[in-house]
Nanobody
Framework: QVQLVESGGGLVKTGDSLRLSCAPS????????MGWYRQPPGKERESVAS????????YYADFVKGRFTISGDSAKSTVNLQMNNLQPEDTAVYYC????????????WGQGTQVTVSS
């Protein structure tokens, strides 16, 4: 069974950078869209960024535009999130997601990786 595994989280200071990575384990699968979500403490999960392999288009939430960059390898179904100029409000558990049946619904999720930004 395929699982998504995130890595790269940690504790950083305001203004620092982190790079999150996500890769499938178990076996390979074809993905149409991959993305990152996050869940801040006490809040609901929210979309951060996504990438559509067929068109090579990317989406970013307004609160990360200009600071975060999503990239990856469609052949390997891996996705990265480069996070620059991190702020305390970026503190959250970050989840990787993959859509394997189409471009509208994510059907695979990672277990999450904690990102904590201290002021």
């Amino acid at each position: 069974q395929v699982q998504l595994v995130e890595s790269g989280g940690g504790l950083v200071k305001t203004g620092d950078s982190l790079r999150l990575s996500c890769a499938p384990s178990g076996s390979s699968f074809r993905t149409y869209v991959m993305g990152w979500y996050r869940q801040p403490p006490g809040k609901e999960r929210e979309s951060v960024a996504s990438i559509n392999w067929s068109g090579g288009t990317s989406y970013y939430a307004d609160f990360v535009k200009g600071r975060f960059t999503i990239s990856g390898d469609s052949a390997k179904s891996t996705v990265n999130l480069q996070m620059n100029n991190l702020q305390p409000e970026d503190t959250a558990v970050y989840y990787c997601a993959a859509a394997t049946s189409g471009v509208t619904d994510y059907d695979y999720w990672g277990q999450g990786t904690q990102v904590t930004v201290s002021s």
